[in-house]
Nanobody
Framework: VQLQASGGGLVQAGGSLRLSCVAS????????????RGWFRQAPGKEREFVAA????????YYADSVKGRFTVSKDNAKNALYLQMDNLKPEDTAVYYC???????????????????WGQGTLVTVSS
């Protein structure tokens, strides 16, 4: 397993969750530091969509309009980790959340699902009203 996502669960609307994604194997160490890392989600019956991403190096962040101001993406290079802090959750945030990574993505493509080569297994977030 190269990317392992965790932290999903059931939460009431207005609550918070923190998702984690840890890289292992060939993606760990200095290699992962050079990867663009992102979060995507897929709700039942819908296509997988971009949520947030953090660029390599200085870590410029990107967000979908639907989560801007509520979600915060961050990384810890020492732990080969990616995080997604989700606050003020809404029922429409209910989905399986996936972490993803790729070394070759340019800034204009960070929101493009097909540009990511490495994917975690997904973690389910359910927000009740």
């Amino acid at each position: 397993v190269q990317l392992q996502a965790s932290g999903g669960g059931l939460v009431q609307a207005g609550g918070s969750l923190r998702l984690s994604c840890v890289a292992s194997g060939a993606l760990s160490g200095r290699t992962f530091n050079n990867y663009v890392r992102g979060w995507f989600r897929q709700a039942p019956g819908k296509e997988r969509e971009f949520v947030a991403a953090i660029f390599r190096g200085g870590g410029i962040t990107y967000y979908a309009d639907s989560v801007k101001g509520r979600f915060t993406v961050s990384k810890d290079n020492a732990k080969n980790a990616l995080y997604l802090q989700m606050d003020n959750l809404k029922p429409e945030d209910t989905a399986v959340y996936y972490c993803a990574a790729d070394a070759r993505i340019i800034m204009s493509s960070v929101k493009t699902l097909s540009q990511y080569d490495y994917w975690g297994q997904g973690t389910l977030v359910t927000v009740s009203s």
